[in-house]
């Protein structure tokens, strides 16, 4: 019905994620957004629109993926996207319909008795820069497996995209394999096996490749082992453009998300350096040549994730000081939410609804005071499916038109 509706103009919409944005208690009955000092997302608060969203339903804890599909306007539980695909997609690889992608992470084993056993499943999380030095020398060593060729890319610390290319195309299915990784150190990587005929082909390949990188990452003193997680495929599925008519670009700095707005068909934009300055003069220099921004902030989640709240305050703090940049843009519609919540309490994502601010010239305001869990829920918005969230988005900057007679 949606994309019946959707009538083109020249407004622009800015969709902020702070990753992980929502929070519980955690000093005096409060959340970091509560505790954080943000006079102007207070302001923005009063004169907007906000509420709550719900990633994927009630009680269900999301990854990222699901999360920001869900926020993108594509239903989460229709499009179940494997880590590795967005990992590679990020990273810069193109993947096609012959490919598996797979998301690696380097790591530090020892040799027990003929046993491999798991030290370090991050491999101390290696610099940026030694990780490059290591990917490099497996892709002079290792190019092709049985006919199959083998594409590899760092990614930040100790993180890696692999794609194997096979010659023809996959039958469906075809990456129903298991983590390689078993998520505990002291104990072995896990073999690859596939749950069907077509995926066991690819765990055959899988293995052998496991085995030649250990062979050449062997003296590496501390990455010296793969463990391979999120084996997927292309999905199929329609551009955001096609579905939305918004011609979209993101703006991020992690990988996995630039692989997100990547999978959806948006223009992923190169960001030099890693700051919000940085992105922010992104986000100012192309300014004119899109309809949609997705503008990605990765720390409030990290920090969450450590369960460092004091960490997770100060960026939402810096996020509120940069604020007025932003909105000297002056966006027909600006939002600004989470992909998930993730409380430092919890110290990983969780099932709690997330914030949402919406600002445009047809809200009804004046009914929160901040931009916190506690005021939004005070907000006109309620609490909704967060694929429900781009319907919001291009009523408000009135690019659908009315439905019946």
């Not at 229709?78 to 810069?92: H, P």
């Not at 300055?277 to 990605?296: A, G, P, S, T």
């Amino acid at each position: 019905m949606l994309e019946g509706l959707i009538q083109k103009n020249n407004s622009k919409i800015l969709l902020i994620v702070l990753d992980g944005i929502g929070g519980l208690p955690v000093k005096g009955g409060k959340t970091e957004l509560e505790i954080a000092n943000t006079p102007n997302l207070d302001a923005l608060a009063k004169e907007s629109a906000l509420g709550l969203h719900l990633p994927v339903d009630y009680g269900i804890t999301p990854g990222s993926g699901p999360g920001h599909l869900g926020i993108f306007g594509y239903d989460p539980v229709e499009y179940q996207i494997g880590r590795g695909i967005l990992e590679a997609l990020g990273l810069g690889l193109t993947v096609r319909e012959t490919d598996i992608a797979i998301r690696g992470n380097y790591a530090t084993v020892e040799y027990q008795n003929g046993s491999v056993i798991v030290k370090d499943r991050r491999a101390g999380r290696i610099p940026t820069e030694e990780n490059r030095r290591i990917t490099q020398k497996l892709k002079e060593s290792i190019k092709v497996i049985d006919g199959v060729e083998v594409l590899l890319e760092a990614g930040m610390e100790h993180r890696l995209a692999v794609v194997l290319r096979f010659p023809e195309p996959l039958p469906e299915n075809s990456a129903l394999i298991n983590d390689t990784d078993p998520q505990k150190e002291g104990k072995p990587p896990l073999e690859p096996k596939g749950k069907n005929e077509h995926s066991q082909k690819v765990a055959d390949v899988v293995k052998k490749f496991l085995e030649r990188a250990s062979e050449v990452l062997k003296d590496e003193p501390k990455a010296n082992y793969i463990l391979l997680r999120g084996f997927s495929q292309k999905p199929k599925m329609k551009s955001f453009e096609e579905r939305f008519g918004l011609k979209a670009c993101a703006i991020a700095v992690y990988p996995m998300y630039r692989g997100l707005a990547s999978l959806v068909g948006m223009d992923v934009l190169d960001v030099q350096g890693q700051s919000l300055e940085d992105q922010i003069k992104v986000l100012k220099d192309n300014w004119n040549n899109y309809d949609f921004f997705f503008l990605h902030i990765k720390k409030t989640d990290s920090y969450g994730e450590d369960g460092n709240w004091e960490g997770k305050v100060k960026v939402i703090e810096e996020f509120d000081s940069k604020l007025p940049q932003i909105l000297a843009l002056n966006p027909e519609v600006l939002v600004i939410t989470g992909d998930h919540s993730t409380p430092s309490l919890l110290k990983g994502h969780s099932w709690h609804p997330v914030p949402v601010l919406l600002k445009s010239p047809y809200v009804l305001g004046m009914t929160s005071n901040r931009f916190t869990e506690r005021e939004c829920l005070k907000g006109e918005l309620g609490i909704f499916p967060a694929k429900k969230l781009i319907n919001l988005m291009l009523a408000h900057s009135l690019r659908l038109s009315k439905f019946g007679a």
